[in-house]
């Protein structure tokens, strides 16, 4: 599993938090919020609207606000290769 992350992050994809605000069914005038996080490829997070998407065709509270942050934590120009190593005692 950490590989296949790994992977990811070496591709481009960086780790995305949506703070999902809607509507509660019930009493419309009352926001709640929900927040999700998932690797995902920006700028077109198709992972986030697969599931917006999925939100907003089967569950009954209508979204009022998203809010989408995201940070590579890591890429291909942070490694470098070390040909020498010395330790000390």
Known sequence: MHGRELECQLRGWSLTTAEIMYRMPDFRDILQTF??????????????IKF??????NLDGPLAA??????????PHE??????EWRLH
Do not use: C, M
């Open 66 to 75: 998203v809010r989408v942050t995201h940070n590579r934590i890591i890429g």
């Open 52 to 57: 917006l998407d999925f939100w907003t065709h």
């Open 79 to 84: 490694f470098r290769h070390v040909g020498h």
């Open 35 to 48: 927040v999700w996080q998932d690797y995902d490829l920006a700028p077109k997070f198709p992972r986030l």
